[in-house]
Each structure stands twice: as C-alpha cells, then as structure tokens.
C-alpha cells in the first residue's frame, strides 16, 4: 500500500510472502513459507528529489530469506556428504536513510 498525497510528506508499507515451495522436483522437501514486513516515509523536496527513511523487516521475523536443497559436507561429516536445507537467514530489523534523485 502507498499513499502519495498532493502533499510533500509520502509513504507507504510492503509485505512480501512466499508460502511453502518445493526445493527439489519431486516435492519431497519444502521451504517453510516467509513473510516480511518494510516500510518507508518520506519527504518530497521538488519533483526530482525525495529524502527518504526505509525501514526493512519491520518486526524482526527470523525467517530465511532464500532456502537451497544439496549435499554439503563438513569436517568430520560422511565422505558422501549430507542432504539437508541451507538458508540465508532475511536481514534483521534495520533501517536506512536517503536521498533520491528522478532524472
């Protein structure tokens, strides 16, 4: 949803939501679904520049950002490796100021 009145002071708020969703072919194994909140307010300067303040991951979920399927390997682990699911945890609660420019 974003709101951009006539007036300089505009906003808005993202959700971004993936369900559960195969990681290999089969469907034998799954990711867990993930949602994120973020965020932003802003101050309109002229029609080509805005400051803006974002905030990302709104109330800190601890979810991943991306899951893979694969045999990995680690020190002491089996020569044939282990299946399993590797993820890239989303970014913690963080926030960022800015300034943009429209050309």
């Given at each position: 949803m974003t709101v951009e009145p006539r007036q300089p002071i505009f906003g808005s708020v993202r959700m971004?939501?993936?369900g559960p969703r195969p990681l290999i072919e089969d469907a034998s194994v799954s990711s867990k679904s993930t949602t994120l909140w973020n965020g932003e307010i802003g101050y309109?300067?002229?029609n080509k520049a805005r400051i803006v303040f974002e905030m990302f991951n709104l109330f800190d979920s601890k979810v991943s950002d991306i899951d893979y399927f694969y045999t990995s390997r680690l020190p002491g682990e089996a020569l044939d490796g282990v299946d399993d699911v590797h993820t890239h945890p989303a970014l913690?609660?963080?926030a960022r100021v800015g300034l943009r420019l429209s050309f």
């Open positions: 971004r939501h993936f309109r300067l002229s913690p609660r963080s």
